[in-house]
Structure formats: structure tokens, C-alpha cells
């Protein structure tokens, strides 16, 4: 399994990012879909995740803000954030699990994709 993710930039604080990751080669095998940020010194946090069977999860830090959504049919997954506040910026990863967790952590994750840089700044 692959994972590209894309869609990150430069964006001033209130304002609003949509990033994809597309997974190709055996993603028939794939459960949950997270994403994870890691700011520069600190550690690598989960952002959202959602699993084959449609349950979605947002982490407290982002919740109201940050929507996740899953098209099982083009094996794409987005998430999109809006009210960006600096305290987003970080490199955002989109990873692949084969089983089913409803408390990842990114030591259980199978497949990483590279990160996609997100700074929000004035």
C-alpha cells in the first residue's frame, strides 16, 4: 500500500485547508485511515481517523474545526480544516492500519505516507 498526500501550503490564521491522501496497491486490505501531525520538538499526534465501516474520530484539540471524510470508492481520504490557528502548523502524515482501533497510536499504524507541510501564519 501507498499513501500520497497532498494539499498542504501557507494559509493566515481563520483560514481553511483541504488535504487528500490517495492510497493505491492492495487497499482492499486497509481498516482505519488516520491522520497525525507533529509539530517541530514536539511528538507525533493523531488528528482524526476513520474507519472502512464509516466511523470518524477528531481529536479534542481540533474538534469543531476539522472534518475527516472517506471515499472507499477512489481509496481517497480528506481532511478538511477550517479556522486554522498557528498552533496548527505542523507536518501533516496520513497513515493506513489493517485492523480496526478505536484508540490508535502511530506505532500501530502499517503504512505511513510522507507528510505534507501546513503553517499557518500571518
Known amino acids: 500500500v501507498q499513501l500520497q498526500a497532498s494539499g498542504g501550503g501557507l494559509v493566515q490564521p481563520g483560514g481553511s485547508l483541504r488535504l487528500s491522501c490517495a492510497a493505491s496497491?492492495?487497499?482492499?486490505?486497509?481498516?482505519?485511515m488516520d491522520w497525525y501531525r507533529q509539530a517541530p520538538g514536539k511528538q507525533r499526534e493523531l488528528v482524526a481517523f476513520?474507519?472502512?465501516?464509516?466511523?470518524?474520530h477528531i481529536a479534542d484539540s481540533v474538534k469543531g474545526r476539522f472534518t475527516i471524510s472517506r471515499d472507499n470508492a477512489k481509496n481517497m481520504v480528506q481532511l478538511q480544516m477550517n479556522s486554522l490557528k498557528p498552533e496548527d502548523t505542523a507536518v501533516y502524515f496520513c497513515?493506513?492500519?489493517?485492523?480496526?482501533?478505536?484508540?490508535?497510536?502511530?506505532?500501530?499504524?502499517?503504512?505511513w505516507g510522507k507528510g505534507t507541510q501546513v503553517t499557518v501564519s500571518s
Open positions: 497513515a493506513a492500519d489493517l485492523y480496526y482501533r478505536d484508540n490508535p497510536y502511530p506505532s500501530d499504524m502499517d503504512y
Open positions: 496497491g492492495i487497499t482492499l486490505s486497509i481498516n482505519n
Open positions: 476513520t474507519t472502512s465501516g464509516g466511523y470518524t
